[in-house]
């Protein structure tokens, strides 16, 4: 997008700036500041030291602060170009230094970092404050806004210009001098929360470690044991295995350790991190969040802060929320009791009287898998090195949209990372992907996709997007690769699902790229579908040491075991969407106990039975408290409601790869926010998305059953 003079003669003056009150080289060209001329217009990682981020910061918020004052003093009448397209356009050079610190500072953090986050966070919080509560931007804002009907917008510009409005409105501009000076003290504190809490999150991670003894790895398969003994030899411990609260470390011990013990001591260590009343404990910032959120809320009309984050996107109330939850809880509990019993039956002659515990279910499920399916995890995985499973994704994208992919020479912030350029059909440059695959203790546990460079438009040319995909998969072990589960395979198919999206945009105006929260998890989950096709993995589950196809029977395997644990891993999924929504829902004006209150809320309430935790408890529940997420954990399950009947419309055609419905599928992705997120659902779909295809994924209902008409 074109930006303003200001902006221009603003960062000439900035370009080359002085670091020695930062700790940095004394005049020395900042290269956050300066044009990128890397290949493909990647940051330039291997220029940037840690002391250039907070000098970047305080430049990009000034010349963001000329640009607004070049908007606020227009002499001309509001307009929407001179207003709301001058205001989309400003903070282009902000958003580019905060999207490259802190998408680095999640995925290879130190404590440098840490501190430079803890700094700038609150003063991002002000400055945006600054610019959303001025009360002459918004005068200017308000009059295009309510002129709007006589101002020749199209349909584009008349959503942006919504969008801006109501933007303004959820930042406080209709708010007194006094209620938004409360408003951004309140916005500070829960910057440096949010800050705080990741801070315990990543220590508590980094503090816990399983030191085991050779004789206490009885189970366990050896390429278990040679990562175990890799990860200990790399923090000097010889001759010892360690464990840690890393999915790639933790759910493979759940699975194979026979040693009961063992098992309790390490999940006992996940589901207690941060919860020890020790200096990592999160109980304290958490309800320091929860009354800082309330008074927000209150502050903005809202009653809850559910309220308040849910009248924003699709579900638009927490009562349309719980009513999507709870029509699932109830056939997910039931299934996940039934999957008890026959586990508490293979379990009898092992634990006798002794009651079956949470730290239980992921091994005897895999006995129980072994037993009715003849399936077992370690063998599947020999099939899934990463090398096979990333030449898949980029084959169904091949297949769906024509797009193809070349090993790119850039910049990497790490080097364990790697770089491809995307190719659109035609051969031109969709843009780039950069995959950090591998935990290491500076990056954050999960999965997650971003964008360093966001697509945009610019002297009437479109700006490449430069996207990340991180991941934590297991390190290749000994002379084998990387070997993937089932459950990292869809991770995989999942998070390109979301680059795919960033990839594909065409969106003219910055304002319009984002979506709804709970549409978002649209386009990535419903590559997960394709994943386990047979016709699929055909083409990309060979085995790493023979080269041999995966085998029919293994296939058919699989399938047969789709909606094996079902229960489990939906009430578990359930359980953390509802204790979310439960708990920001609540006016919180005073300190509660966070514990008591979850075990009230699911225990108590809805009966969730002892053996299943929920999938993240609060004091480690990043994606509500330091990711984004507040009130909004549903969407995962809100957004398969639309990617299960989405795939129906491929399923429809009797081709799985049928290039039409893609290129349908595309123009979807490609449109961002510029609709609301049903509209592009029913643009697509032409209907309204159904239930049924969900349920019966899960295997709650029968197909039959779908189609049975209610009764009356």
Known sequence: MKKTFVLLTTLIALMTISCSNEGGSASRENP??????????????????????????????KAHKEEIKAIINNPEEPTWENTILALDNAGELLGRVSNCFFLVAEADTNEQMQKIQIKVSPMLSAHSDEIM???????????????????????????????????????????????????????????????????????????????????????LPQSVRTAAKEAAEAKGYEGKYLFDLSKPSMIPFLTYSKERDLRERLYTGYLTKCNLDDKNDNKEVINTLLALR?????????????????????????????????????????????????????AKSDLGDAPFQSWDWWFYAEKLRKQRYSLD????????????????????CNRLYGITFSPAKVPVYNPECSAYQVFDADGTTLGVVIFDFHPRPSKGFGAWCGSYV?????????????????????????????????????????????????????????GLSGVERDFVELPSQIMENWAMEPE???????????????????????????LFNQGFMTTELLAASLSDLDIHNLAVTEPIDINAFERKVLNEQRGLIEE??????????????????????????????????????????????????????????????????MSLYRDFR?????????????????????????EK
Not at 487 to 503: K, M, P, Q, Y
Not at 628 to 638: A, D, L, R, T, V
């Open 32 to 61: 956050l500041l300066a044009e990128w001329t890397t290949p493909l217009g990647v940051p330039p990682f291997d220029q940037i030291e840690l002391d250039d981020y907070m000098p970047a910061f305080k430049a990009a918020m």
């Open 133 to 219: 509560m001025n009360p002459e931007l918004f005068k200017r804002v308000k009059k295009v806004y309510l002129g709007r009907k006589n101002a020749g917008l199209d349909e584009y510009q008349l959503r942006l210009l919504e969008k801006t409005y109501k933007s303004f409105e959820r930042s406080g501009a209709n708010l007194s001098e006094a209620d938004q000076k409360e408003l951004a003290e309140i916005n500070q504190k829960l910057s440096e929360a949010g800050v705080q809490y990741a801070k315990n999150l990543l220590a508590a991670n980094a503090e816990f470690e399983m030191v085991l003894e050779a004789d206490q790895l009885n189970g």
């Open 294 to 346: 309330t008074r927000r809320a209150n502050l903005l009309g809202f009653d809850t802060h559910a309220q308040f984050v849910l009248d924003d996107v699709m579900a638009k109330t927490p009562e349309a929320v719980y009513e999507l939850l709870d029509g699932i809880w109830g056939p997910a509990l039931e299934t996940a009791k039934k999957e008890l019993e026959d586990m508490k039956k293979l």
């Open 377 to 396: 995890e370690m063998s599947i995985r020999q099939y899934f090195s990463l090398d096979n499973v990333r030449l898949g994704v980029f084959g169904l």
């Open 454 to 510: 966001d697509m945009s438009i610019k002297d009437g040319k479109r700006v490449t997007p430069v996207v990340t995909v991180v991941c934590n998969f297991p390190r290749p072990v000994g002379k084998a690769p990387s070997l993937l589960s089932i459950d990292d395979v869809e991770t995989f198919f999942h998070e390109f699902g979301h680059a795919l999206h960033n990839l594909f945009a065409q969106v003219p105006y910055k």
């Open 536 to 562: 699929l993995l055909k083409t990309y589950a060979i085995h790493y040491q023979n080269g041999s196809v995966i085998p029919n029977h293994l296939i058919k395997r699989i399938q047969k075991s789709a």
């Open 612 to 677: 299943i935790a929920p999938r993240y408890r609060y004091t480690y529940f990043s994606h509500i408290f330091d990711g984004g997420y507040s009130s909004g954990y549903y969407s995962y399950i809100w957004a398969e409601v639309l990617d299960k009947d989405a795939y129906q419309a491929f399923v429809e055609t009797g081709n799985l790869f049928d290039r039409e419905t893609a290129a349908r599928f595309r123009t979807l992705l490609e449109m961002g926010g510029m609709k609301d997120g």
């Open 686 to 710: 032409g209907a309204d998305p159904s239930r049924d295809a969900l349920m019966i994924s899960r295997g709650f209902i029968t197909p039959e059953e779908a189609a049975a008409p209610e």
